[in-house]
């Protein structure tokens, strides 16, 4: 969970900013489906958006791979 609302899947970790990977937004912060491609966001780059809170992903009843 973003601190946005919305719904973001971790893609890759960087090991010298372990709080900041880069994150692929599957729901918006509208609570919209997302499905284009331009939704990764590095972290180091983007300062205002972080994690607030992991979620189980089986919470939501649909595969985010």
Do not use: H
């Amino acid at each position: 969970l973003m601190n946005d609302s919305s719904i973001a899947r971790v893609i890759k970790s960087s090991p010298e900013a372990p709080m900041r990977p880069v994150i692929k937004i599957l729901i918006d912060g509208t609570g919209q489906i997302v499905n284009e491609a331009d939704t990764v966001v590095d972290l180091r780059q983007n300062k205002n958006l972080f994690i607030v809170k992991a979620l189980d992903p089986r919470a939501y009843g649909r595969k985010t791979a």
